[in-house]
């Protein structure tokens, strides 16, 4: 009985543990197993080495993702390249400078904007991890050969490889110079330099110097006899009085001076107001003759439309009279002799115009 009862204890002892187990895997993981994450993927034409599955990606120093996958175009995607392919996850929860409801519309913003990701690696210690920025506008971009499954995140060379690529060129160039050819002409540099050090005259130079400086010496001698002569020192005393009463003359005339600045600054004060004035008064006259004008302008006008008919009837007779005197000068140039010898015409009488007038009617 009493084993029976031990076995029960034992096995309700190893359920309760399981189930106190099974339960704090899932209080304490549950965040990761609900966690939602967007994949992403890269490619480098560099070699990978440090960087391990479960490496982090981060954005600027802040995690943001993990790496997934480390592998190769060729072998997921059955193409020819020779580039390393690199999947990772981001957390829903990243933020790369950029808003949006997911990760995913987050990250294709960034991409936009010119984020970019490159291998970067902890210290000296060669592990290595993927770093997201945003650097301007980045050269052209590899060439993938590929339509890709997830999105897809530009890279970039990381620090190493471009110091790599740099020594690199600096040693090809190195190469490439002719360092014979440029010791050869150092060397017949130096062999001409010598040739004109020798065919210097040193002591000739030496002696020259030698003069220069006893040149110097005198005329420093007469220099200090000059200034310290009883002749210099009087100068300098009647110069010293000549500023003294010159500064006297000026401390003079300042006050007269101000007095006519002040005249002056009042006068162009009084010019000022008579200009002001005169201007007020041209734009009162200018206004009150152009108010003339107007009224003039619309009497003319409405006396025009006034005797409208009569200047036409005064036009028509003008125009009648016009055409008698241009038929009288026609008949003149023809029959001179009218003028002078035929009688004049004559006189209607009311009963002829009457006449006239009926003919005309028939």
Not at 12 to 39: D, H, M, R, S
Not at 56 to 82: D, F
Not at 113 to 119: A, Q, R, T
Request: aromatic share 8%; charged share 25%; hydrophobic share 35%.
């Amino acid at each position: 009985m009493t084993k029976k009862t031990n076995f029960f204890k034992l096995g309700l002892f190893v359920i309760i543990a399981f189930g106190l187990g099974a339960a704090f895997l899932i209080a304490f993981g549950a965040g990761k197993f609900f966690k939602t994450e967007t994949l992403a993927e890269t490619c480098f034409d560099e070699s990978v080495q440090g960087l391990d599955i479960g490496s982090e990606v981060k954005y600027k120093g802040v995690k943001i993702g993990t790496v997934k996958t480390i592998t190769t175009p060729t072998k997921l995607y059955n193409i020819p390249s020779n580039y390393v392919l690199v999947t990772f996850s981001l957390a829903d929860d990243c933020y790369v400078g950029q808003t949006g409801e997911t990760s995913a519309i987050r990250i294709q913003k960034a991409i936009k904007e010119n984020l970019s990701i490159h291998l970067a690696f902890k210290g000296l210690t060669g592990a290595a991890y993927l770093e997201t920025d945003y650097f301007g506008r980045r050269k052209a971009p590899l060439d993938i050969g590929w339509h890709p499954a997830n999105i897809y995140v530009p890279s970039r060379k990381s620090s190493m490889k471009r110091l790599g690529d740099a020594l690199n060129q600096f040693l090809d160039n190195l190469s490439a110079a002719n360092l014979s050819e440029m010791t050869r002409d150092l060397k017949s540099l130096l062999q001409i330099l010598n040739q004109k050090a020798d065919a210097l005259n040193i002591a000739q130079i030496s002696n020259q110097t030698e003069n220069l400086l006893k040149e110097i010496r005198q005329t420093n001698k007469a220099l200090s006899s000059t200034l310290t002569s009883e002749s210099f020192t009087r100068l300098i005393a009647d110069a010293q009085g000549s500023f003294t009463g010159l500064k006297t003359i000026v401390e003079n005339a300042k006050q007269p001076i101000d007095k006519t600045l002040k005249d002056f600054e009042k006068a162009a004060s009084h010019t000022k107001n008579m200009a002001t004035d005169l201007d007020a008064s041209l734009d009162k006259n200018l206004e009150t003759m152009l108010d003339s004008l107007n009224k003039t302008s619309k009497m003319l006008e409405n006396m025009v439309w006034l005797n409208t008919d009569t200047i036409h009837r005064t036009i028509e007779n003008f125009e009648d009279t016009s055409e008698n005197l241009k038929q009288l000068s026609r008949e003149l140039k023809q029959y001179p002799g009218r003028l002078l010898f035929e009688s004049p015409p004559k006189k209607n009488t009311p009963e002829k115009i009457k006449e006239v007038l009926k003919t005309d009617e028939n």
